[in-house]
């Protein structure tokens, strides 16, 4: 049980590149998020996804999509990368219809820098 | 919107001396609240949760925190801290009448330096 896995663990872009950051769960949750974390800001939410099938945008969506490919993968996609998305992604997810409270657990994370 | 306040960015303790962090959120509904850490170079990690029932909350490692709701605070604390605690610290909130779905709202941050 791997719990939530993030592929890559480390990314150098250049301005204007594209690129997919991974992410899978074996822990049959329904919903799945992405962060991103800045130092002195916290964690702030980009996209979710509540189940399979639907996604939603968080705080910061500007200049990031997001795929549910199926229950386990959600994906992010940088189109054209810019330097303010230099920050360091993580992916979490939480089972849905669980009893509260609502416990989310994350991936190891993805280090992006954007040249 | 939630949002949730960490009032220590930095916070130098030696150890055995006793730790208290700060947390203040905005919001008047129902909440799940929590305590998560993040070592050097590792994924963020679940110190301790709250959502009802007995409003001191013990976690693993010693820690522990206490929900005072007239306050809207969710302070962390732990008697005695070692060189390991070292770490960053983050409080979140999420709002309970979504079901769980909606994202974590966290505060900035408590950097946290243990001297042996």
């Known amino acids: 049980n791997a719990g939530v896995t993030q592929t890559p663990k480390f990314q150098v872009l250049k301005t204007g590149q594209s690129m997919t950051l991974q992410c899978a769960q074996d822990?049959?949750?329904?919903?799945m998020y992405w962060y991103r974390q800045d130092p002195g800001m916290g964690l702030r939410l980009i996209y979710y996804s509540a189940s399979e099938g639907t996604t939603d945008k968080g705080e910061v969506p500007n200049g990031y999509n997001v795929s549910r490919l199926n229950k386990r993968e959600f994906s992010l996609r940088l189109e054209s990368a810019a330097p303010s998305q230099t920050s360091v992604y993580f992916c979490?997810?939480?089972?849905?219809?669980?009893?509260?409270?609502?416990?989310?657990?994350f991936g190891p994370g993805t280090r992006l820098t954007v040249t | 919107a939630q949002s949730v306040s960490q009032h220590n960015h930095h916070v130098i303790l030696s150890e055995a001396a006793s730790l208290e962090l700060g947390c203040n959120y905005s919001?008047?509904?129902?909440?799940?609240l929590f305590w998560y850490v993040q070592y050097p170079g590792q994924h963020l990690q679940l110190l301790l949760k709250?959502?009802?029932?007995?409003?001191l909350v013990k976690g693993i490692k010693g820690f522990e925190a206490e929900f005072i709701k007239s306050k809207f605070s969710f302070n962390l604390r732990k008697p005695s801290v070692q060189w390991s605690d070292t770490a960053e610290y983050f409080c979140a909130v999420i709002s309970g009448s979504g079901g769980g779905a909606d994202g974590l709202t966290f505060g900035k941050g408590t950097h946290l330096i243990i001297q042996p």
């Open positions: 822990m049959n949750h329904n919903s």
């Open positions: 979490a997810s939480t089972p849905l219809g669980q009893f509260p409270p609502y416990e989310q657990y």
């Open positions: 919001y008047g509904g129902t909440v799940n």
């Open positions: 709250y959502f009802s029932g007995d409003p």
